[in-house]
């Protein structure tokens, strides 16, 4: 999160920590009140977080060699942990979700490009992403993007750090 730093034009980048997103969770209605970039925003900020990953890894950037997260990249298991099938489950099904994993192509930190799997098991992110997947408009096809706008088009870093500053001030 960018603040501007005293005496300087320099922002200062902050992480979004759990205290946060908590903060942020108790300042916006119930999750089936939510609008689809509250849902959104909260999935991506809850992913990265719990996920310990940086913002390049699960949204996009500028840079066209990036390979932005797709549908494809992530499993979801219920408490007996098995696999769930995003293309045929439910909202019940999906509401039973224990944990979830990303399967990360790239990283900053895998510098012989093995690729890394990201397990979250942590409440909030859990029902965070599946409160967003249940309104996603794609989740059927595999080589859709996983964070994105309702009108299609990519998350980017950008607007995930504007739209965080919005839900601080509230």
């Not at 989740?139 to 950008?158: A, D, H, I, K």
């Amino acid at each position: 999160i960018g603040e501007k730093a005293p005496n300087n034009d320099k922002k200062l980048r902050l992480p979004i920590t759990t205290a946060i997103i908590q903060q942020i969770i108790g300042c916006l209605p119930k999750a089936v009140n939510r609008n689809y970039n509250q849902k959104l925003i909260l999935a991506a900020m809850a992913t990265g977080t719990y996920g310990l990953m940086r913002a390049g890894e699960f949204v996009s950037t500028n840079s066209a060699q990036q390979v932005v997260l797709c549908i494809e990249n992530l499993k979801l298991y219920n408490p007996q942990r098995e696999l769930l099938n995003l293309a045929t489950a439910r909202g019940n099904e999906l509401q039973c979700c224990q944990y979830y994993t990303i399967n990360l192509t790239q990283s900053k930190v895998d510098p012989f490009k093995h690729g890394a799997v990201i397990t979250i098991s942590n409440p909030i992110a859990v029902s965070a992403l599946v409160e967003y997947l249940l309104v996603h408009p794609s989740t059927r096809n595999p080589n859709s993007t996983l964070f994105v706008n309702r009108n299609g088009s990519n998350l980017s870093r950008r607007q995930l750090m504007e739209q965080v500053r919005i839900l601080l001030r509230l």
